[in-house]
T-cell receptor
Framework: KQEVTQIPAALSVPEGENLVLNCSFTDSAIYNLQWFRQDPGKGLTSLLL?????REQTSGRLNASLDKSSGRSTLYIAASQPGDSATYLCAVGAAAGNKLTFGGGTRVLVKP | NAGVTQTPKFRILKIGQSMTLQCTQD?????MYWYRQDPGMGLKLIYY???????DKGEVPNGYNVSRSTTEDFPLRLELAAPSQTSVYFCASSPLSAGNTIYFGEGSWLTVV
């Protein structure tokens, strides 16, 4: 059974600092990995999707890497802003459909 | 640009009552999903559907039922509500390819008392 872990559960950084969020998974036979952002009281917004054949994906200030062999993904957010404060979840996709196994999330606070 | 719409947004149920959470999407996606999120936790898959007339259980299906009579709609039925079903419920959809982005609704907050 796939298990996804995100450590730390919470993170606080001053504005301008780079954010590094970690995600680990137990079964390396994944189809894809996605990073999501969740604001309080809201649904999830997809940030980046990495296919199993890819090593990284980039969008603006966001960069996500994937190392299947070690069961790890890292989300980098450059030059953090207060608007980046949210919970970030990673999720691993199984081969069939898009069924996702989620980590518990990392709650990020960027202080002005 | 509606995307995935869930109703109701908030609901309080008494133990033993039943209700249906509605979910509709206007993107013509084949795949639809129901997840629940308990406080401070990640999401867990309840049921999913790969197309009209086809549904299957996820990780935590007990106490729930679903149907998929159309591509657009994927209601989640709670029978005999229990306090353990107090949670936030998210409906989601994605296109046919398993590699495509998944779109979530804004959630339905359910409390069973």
């Amino acid at each position: 059974k796939q298990e996804v872990t995100q450590i730390p559960a919470a993170l606080s950084v001053p504005e301008g600092e780079n954010l590094v969020l970690n995600c680990s998974f137990t079964d390396s036979a994944i189809y894809n990995l996605q990073w999501f952002r969740q604001d309080p009281g809201k649904g999830l917004t997809s940030l980046l999707l990495i296919q199993s054949s890819q090593r990284e994906q980039t969008s603006g200030r966001l960069n996500a890497s994937l190392d299947k062999s070690s069961g790890r993904s890292t989300l980098y957010i450059a030059a953090s802003q207060p608007g980046d404060s949210a919970t970030y979840l990673c999720a691993v996709g199984a081969a069939a459909g898009n069924k996702l196994t989620f980590g518990g999330g990392t709650r990020v606070l960027v202080k002005p | 640009n509606a995307g995935v719409t869930q109703t109701p947004k908030f609901r309080i149920l008494k133990i033993g009552q039943s209700m249906t959470l509605q979910c509709t999407q206007d993107m013509n996606h084949n795949y639809m999903y129901w997840y629940r999120q308990d406080p401070g936790m990640g999401l867990k898959l309840i049921y999913y559907s790969v197309g009209a007339g086809i549904t299957d259980k996820g990780e935590v299906p007990n106490g729930y039922n679903v149907s998929r009579s159309t591509t657009e709609d994927f209601p989640l039925r709670l029978e005999l509500a229990a306090p353990s079903q107090t949670s936030v419920y998210f409906c989601a959809s994605s296109p046919l390819s398993a590699g495509n982005t998944i779109y979530f609704g804004e959630g339905s907050w359910l409390t069973v008392v």
